[in-house]
């Protein structure tokens, strides 16, 4: 059994920036790829970027681009979601899940065995 713990949510304006964090009962996330998902009021959750925590390249949804990237803090066993140029439809719940996803179904929430509690992000005026 892994608990993970999400921080960092909170009201931005737009265009403003957030850092979440993710943070495993085991102390680093070994073997497993990380996720972040998100869902938003009335709509089913949905990817929006993930990475393995032993190394590769990084997947991110088209929404993210370009605005969220993912960094890996191996001294506190931390994965954090750098989310810049914040806009309203941004605004949902953000999940931390790990899983042993193969690379076709990194970006499925099906292929992820572990979750957080989430945190809530809003970006609004």
């Known amino acids: 059994q892994v608990q993970l713990v999400e921080s960092g949510g909170g009201l931005v304006q737009p265009g403003g920036s957030l850092r979440l964090s993710c943070t495993s009962s085991r102390g680093d996330f070994s073997s497993y790829a990380v996720g972040w998902f998100r869902q938003a009021l009335g709509r089913e959750r949905e990817f929006v970027a993930a990475?393995?925590?032993?190394?590769?390249?990084?997947y991110y949804a088209d929404s993210v681009k370009g605005r969220f990237s993912l960094s890996k803090d191996r001294v506190n066993g931390a994965m954090y979601l750098q989310m810049n140029n914040l806009k309203p439809e941004d605004t949902a719940i953000y999940y931390c899940a790990v899983g042993r996803p193969i690379t076709s179904t990194i970006a499925t929430s099906g292929a992820y065995y572990y979750w957080g509690q989430g945190t809530q992000v809003t970006v609004s005026s």
């Open positions: 990475t393995r925590w032993s190394g590769g390249n990084p």
